[in-house]
């Protein structure tokens, strides 16, 4: 569907969703704490997506647990780990 992502990347003109300006700012962020000048790094597009959908889904009330979209989160925040492992 046309999502939020889609949506922007085109009203922004680019080809790419993680270079729009929601993602912008988090690839950055991430690249800054990692040392890393690559904004291309697909382990920095995974956990700008990853931060967004937790963003999302804790604002919806869920909290981390071993069931349902509790346990999706947790799912979602430990990719988001591994990623950043892969960092350092």
């Known amino acids: 569907g046309m999502g939020l992502e889609r949506l922007t990347a085109v009203m922004q003109g680019v080809h790419n ?49 071993n069931e349902g979209r509790g346990y999706v989160l947790r799912r979602i925040i430990r990719r988001a780990l591994r990623h950043g492992y892969k960092l350092n």
């Open 17 to 65: 969703n993680y270079d729009t300006d929601l993602f912008q700012p988090l690839i950055q962020a991430a690249a800054k704490l990692a040392h890393i000048t690559d904004d291309k790094n697909t382990s920095l597009r995974v956990i700008a997506d990853h931060i967004r959908a937790c963003s999302f889904l804790i604002v919806d009330g869920v909290i981390p647990s």
